[in-house]
Each structure stands twice: as structure tokens, then as C-alpha cells.
């Protein structure tokens, strides 16, 4: 079945470092890639998605890339700030666009010290 | 506009117990989702309403959780009888379209003791 491994963290960080948060997956089809993230106390929301191969999403500073070779779709941003502490989650759907039967992986906590 | 609202947010109850949590969708979206987190593991997809449908309830774990939507507008997840191993965050989410864009609530936290 499909699956989504990314780095579990905590990721604690200073503000203005370079985040990386690494994301791999296995699908039997030709999924679409997205990022969530939760924000304390609040419900997940979409940061990027991309639904094709080197397409690269990006929102608020984030950018991911479809790498279909590697089957990866790495999270970077490249100064963060203590408003961007949350949980990022990778995700993927199996049917092409849609936000149909996510697979999630478990998540990754990072925090950003000023 | 709300969000999608979910309650109770939290809820502690005792095995054997039965919890009914629910889920109100933002309005007019007819695309209705349940997905759990048990401690320390993945977001899982438990069913998918379309209107008051259920179009693919494949992720439920077992027949002690009933999902239900009436009219096509809230959702109830029973949990009857609950276990220990229900414990986890459930979260639910809407969207107008299957592609599109999905919204997420905040949560209920299931603690079976």
C-alpha cells in the first residue's frame, strides 16, 4: 500500500536557520504531494501541494519539489521565524489532483527559538 | 465564514463506554472525511461522505464505530463500545469538490481509560 516516511523530529531551530524536512513515499500510482500544517490549537491546513513530476509548490516562504526519481518531496524554507513552530505533516493521495483517502506520515515538530 | 467545527474537544471516558463525536462541515461543501491519529503514528483516513453517502468507509477500523450524516450536513462517529486502543485525535474534514482545496477542524481527543 502507499506510504509516506518523513524525519519524526523535534526539529528545534533559531530563527533565520535553514529548515529542511525531509519526505519519501511510496505509492502504487502516480500520486499527488501535499504538505500540511497544524499551528497550535488550530486544525491542519494545506501549506504546498504539487500534482505532477519537478513541479515545485510553494506558499508563506515553503517550497517542496516533486522528485519523482528519489520519490521525495522535501520541505524547505530558507530563514525561519518562531511563527512557523507547528507540526508539518507530508501526505499523499493515490487519485491524481484530489484530496481523496490521504496517506499521512507521522508528522514532524519543529520549533523556532528567537 | 466558519470553519469546520468539531465537539467536544476533548472527551475522557471509560472502556466499555460509548463517545459520539461530532463534526459540522463548512456549509455547502459536500465532501465530508474522518481521519484519526493514534498517539505516536500516522493521520489514518477512516470513511468519506459525499452528501449524506457514505462513499468509501474502508478506513474504518471495526464495526464498534458507526458513522452517520444526516441530511448531508453534520456527521456524527460513534465509538460503542470504546477500547483502549481508540484513544487518539479525530479529526475531521470538508471540501466543496474532491479536487480541491480541504479543510480540516481542530480535533476531538479521545481518551479511553
Known amino acids: 500500500g502507499d506510504s509516506v516516511t518523513q524525519m519524526e523530529g523535534p526539529v528545534t531551530l533559531s530563527e533565520e536557520a535553514f529548515l529542511t524536512i525531509n519526505c519519501t513515499y511510496t505509492?502504487?500510482?502516480?500520486?499527488?504531494l501535499f504538505w500540511y500544517v497544524q499551528y497550535p490549537g488550530e486544525g491542519l491546513q494545506l501549506l504546498l501541494k504539487?500534482?505532477?513530476?519537478?513541479d515545485k509548490g510553494s506558499n508563506k516562504g515553503f517550497e517542496a519539489t516533486y522528485r519523482k526519481e528519489t520519490t521525495s518531496f522535501h520541505l524547505e524554507k530558507g530563514s525561519v521565524q518562531v511563527s512557523d513552530s507547528a507540526v508539518y505533516f507530508c501526505?499523499?493521495?493515490?487519485?491524481?489532483?484530489?484530496?481523496?483517502?490521504?496517506?499521512f506520515g507521522k508528522g514532524t515538530l519543529l520549533t523556532v527559538n528567537p | 465564514e466558519a470553519g469546520v467545527t468539531q465537539f467536544p474537544s476533548h472527551s475522557v471516558i471509560e472502556k466499555g463506554q460509548t463517545v459520539t463525536l461530532r463534526c459540522d462541515p463548512i456549509?455547502?461543501?459536500?465532501?465530508l472525511y474522518w481521519y484519526r491519529r493514534v498517539m505516536g503514528k500516522e493521520i489514518k483516513f477512516l470513511l468519506h461522505?459525499?452528501?449524506?453517502?457514505?462513499?468509501?468507509e474502508s478506513g474504518m477500523p471495526n464495526n464498534r464505530f458507526l458513522a452517520e450524516r444526516t441530511g448531508g450536513t453534520y456527521s456524527t462517529l460513534k465509538v460503542q463500545p470504546a477500547e483502549l486502543e481508540d484513544s487518539g485525535v479525530y479529526f475531521c474534514?470538508?471540501?466543496?469538490?474532491?479536487?480541491?482545496?480541504?479543510?480540516f477542524g481542530e480535533g476531538s481527543r479521545l481518551t479511553v481509560l
Open positions: 505509492a502504487t500510482g502516480y500520486p499527488s
Open positions: 501526505a499523499l493521495s493515490d487519485r491524481g489532483g484530489s484530496n481523496y483517502k490521504l496517506t
Open positions: 456549509s455547502g461543501h459536500d465532501n
Open positions: 461522505f459525499v452528501k449524506e453517502s457514505k462513499q468509501d
Open positions: 504539487a500534482t505532477k513530476a519537478d
Open positions: 474534514a470538508s471540501s466543496q469538490e474532491v479536487i480541491g482545496e480541504l479543510f
